[in-house]
Every structure is written in C-alpha cells, then in structure tokens.
C-alpha cells in the first residue's frame, strides 16, 4: 500500500478534533509524526499539544492546591467556631466582638476557598471536554455567544427594551438567538455531558467555548 504524504495526512486531520489526534497518533510513525505536529494541534486545537496539555497541568495544579488551602480553612473556622460558641460569661464585649469576627472572617476564607475549588474543578471538567471540539466551532460558537449578548445589551442599554421593538429589531435578535442556538447544539453534540460541570446557564456548550482561554487561539 503506498504510504500517504505528510501534506496529505495534514489535510486530513486538521478535519479531526484534539481527542481523535491523540488516537490517530498511535496508528503509526508517520500518523504520529503529523499527528503531534504543533502545526497539526494549532489547526485542529487552536494550541499546541505541549501547551494543551500544559493548560490540563496547570488546572490539576490549581485544583491540588484548592483543595489543601480549603482543608485549611475548615481547620481554622472550626477553630474560631469553638472560640465563639463557647460560652465564657467572663468574656467582655470587645472579646466577644474579636471572637464574632474571627469567626465570620474564617467562615467568609472557607467560602472563598470552596468556590474557588468549585471553579478550578469546573474548567478542568470543560479542558477535557474542548479536546473533542475543533477549533473554527469553538470560536464560532464563542463568538456567536459574545455577538447575542451584545445585541440585548445594546438594545437594554438604548433603552429599546423599554419600549415596543420595531421589526428590524426583533429580526435581529431572533437571528442572532438561532445562530447561537444552533452551533450551541453542534458543540453539545461533541461533548460527553455526564463528565461535563452542570450546566449553569442556557446555551451551556456556546458558554464553555467562550470561556477563557478557549475563545482564543495562539
């Protein structure tokens, strides 16, 4: 069998996204070769491998000292949660307002620390899940996320929302809402939705494209 050119393969697997490169790549020397090219990645991706994978690290990362920080902090409130709810009758008011405020601060950092966790968790949730969608239907995606939103912020900020919207207006819109619509379900389709954060808003695939730092490329 005559063995397929670099320039062709190239052709062909810029057509795939980033989770099929990595399959393709074992295939063989000559798949991989193309296959992990950052040319390849960067056409398919948007990044290359060394920088997607680089991305996946920094999130694990984040998440490793998320969650160190946030045992901390459960330390700390229980810690100023004894001190406040003990019941001390010599303890005057200062003493007691110092012992509220600790408290309330300890609760506010383990909060924080929670969320933040929450978060770290979620984008790497959405990091795994952009390697299934290719790079011209993420920024289209993105990008009709940005251009609906803009649209009813104008509209809002004209104050036409505030009065009957002429046709023109409501054309507008209802395009813009179709067109976003429609790529949203085409990135949803490509996404495993059982790995994927719960979703938290409408048009939750158009929203993860237009997450940081997915609405770009390099």
Same mark, same amino acid.
């Given at each position: 069998?005559?063995?397929?050119?670099?320039?062709?393969?190239?052709?062909? &697997?810029?057509?795939?996204?980033?989770?099929?490169?990595?399959?393709?790549?074992?295939?063989?020397?000559?798949?991989? +070769?193309?296959? =992990?090219?950052?040319?390849?990645?960067?056409?398919?991706?948007?990044?290359?491998? $060394?920088?997607?994978?680089?991305?996946?690290?920094?999130?694990?990362? *984040?998440?490793?000292? &998320?969650?160190?920080?946030? !045992?901390?902090?459960?330390?700390?409130?229980?810690?100023?949660?004894?001190?406040?709810?003990?019941?001390?009758?010599?303890?005057?008011?200062?003493?007691?307002?110092?012992?509220?405020?600790?408290?309330?601060?300890?609760?506010?950092?383990?909060?924080? #620390?929670?969320?933040?966790?929450?978060?770290? #968790?979620?984008?790497?949730?959405?990091?795994?899940?952009?390697?299934?969608?290719?790079?011209?239907?993420?920024?289209? *995606?993105?990008?009709?996320?940005? =251009?609906? $939103? &803009?649209?009813?912020?104008? $509209?809002?900020?004209?104050?036409?929302?505030?009065?009957?919207?002429?046709?023109?207006?409501?054309?507008?819109?209802? +395009?813009?809402?179709?067109?976003?619509?429609?790529?949203?379900?085409?990135? #949803? !389709?490509?996404? =495993?939705?059982?790995?994927?954060?719960?979703?938290?808003? &409408?048009?939750?695939?158009?929203?993860?494209?237009?997450?940081?730092?997915? *609405?770009?490329?390099?």
């Amino acid at each position: 069998m005559e063995k397929l050119s670099g320039d062709l393969l190239f052709s062909i &697997f810029q057509e795939l996204d980033a989770k099929t490169l990595c399959v393709v790549s074992q295939v063989s020397k000559d798949f991989n +070769a193309v296959a =992990d090219s950052d040319a390849t990645w960067v056409s398919v991706h948007g990044f290359t491998r $060394y920088r997607s994978l680089e991305i996946l690290s920094e999130l694990k990362v *984040a998440i490793s000292k &998320f969650d160190e920080a946030l !045992s901390i902090a459960v330390e700390v409130e229980i810690a100023a949660g004894l001190v406040y709810f003990r019941r001390d009758t010599g303890r005057d008011a200062d003493a007691e307002a110092l012992a509220r405020a600790n408290f309330e601060s300890a609760h506010q950092i383990w909060k924080a #620390t929670k969320l933040d966790l929450a978060k770290a #968790t979620q984008d790497l949730s959405i990091a795994y899940q952009m390697l299934r969608v290719p790079v011209r239907l993420r920024l289209a *995606a993105a990008s009709a996320n940005s =251009d609906y $939103y &803009f649209t009813c912020r104008v $509209y809002n900020a004209s104050g036409r929302f505030f009065r009957k919207l002429s046709q023109i207006e409501i054309c507008g819109v209802d +395009a813009a809402r179709i067109h976003l619509t429609k790529l949203d379900r085409e990135v #949803t !389709s490509l996404m =495993d939705l059982s790995e994927l954060a719960k979703a938290t808003t &409408f048009w939750w695939g158009a929203v993860c494209c237009a997450r940081s730092p997915w *609405a770009t490329k390099m």
